[in-house]
């Protein structure tokens, strides 16, 4: 089993900056993918990135490409979301999402998520 923390959001005004933490613990060496999804109130969970914990390598969905970046502290079994430029549209729970393959919709461990909310 692995068990997901984040921390980090709060309340920022529009064009402001703020950085999320997912902390794992647990089973972590089956982990090979982890990611950041997002929901508003009254619409679907989305994607915001992913990054394939082995490699380094990353993915940014279209709508925070340039503005968000991904990061992974492996000594820490940590992930980092550094949230620049930051718009009212990105209010949202924002969750960490785990998973020994791919971090889909469909990742077999979730975080509890963290607030941001972003005021214009």
């Known amino acids: 089993q692995v068990q997901l923390v984040e921390s980090g959001g709060g309340s920022v005004q529009a064009g402001g900056s703020l950085r999320l933490s997912c902390a794992a613990s647990?089973?972590?060496?089956?982990?090979?993918?982890m990611g950041w999804f997002r929901q508003a109130p009254g619409k679907e969970r989305e994607g915001v990135a992913r990054?394939?914990?082995?490699?380094?390598?990353?993915y940014y969905y279209n709508s925070v490409k340039g503005r968000f970046t991904i990061s992974q502290d492996n000594a820490k079994n940590t992930v980092y979301l550094q949230m620049n430029s930051l718009k009212p549209e990105d209010s949202a729970m924002y969750y960490c999402?785990?998973?020994?393959?791919?971090?889909?919709?469909?990742?077999?461990?979730w975080g509890q998520g963290t607030q941001v909310t972003v005021s214009s």
């Open positions: 999402a785990a998973d020994p393959i791919l971090c889909g919709p469909g990742a077999k461990y």
């Open positions: 647990g089973y972590t060496a089956s982990i090979n993918c």
């Open positions: 990054i394939w914990t082995k490699s380094g390598s990353t």
